[in-house]
């Protein structure tokens, strides 16, 4: 995987988020976030 170059993955690895409108991108980023605070919680 390449490291992302646009800024917007919150991994710092490409995962196709520069394809996404400002729109698509702020809902992944939310999804993201909740789905790592969940995980967090878990351990």
């Given at each position: ?36 605070a969940e ?5």
């Amino acid at each position: 995987m390449a490291e992302c170059g646009c800024g917007r993955s919150p991994t710092g690895q490409c995962i196709g988020w520069h394809n996404l409108s400002e729109e698509e991108y702020q809902q992944k980023l939310k999804e993201h976030q909740e789905k790592a605070a969940e995980e967090k919680d878990e351990d």
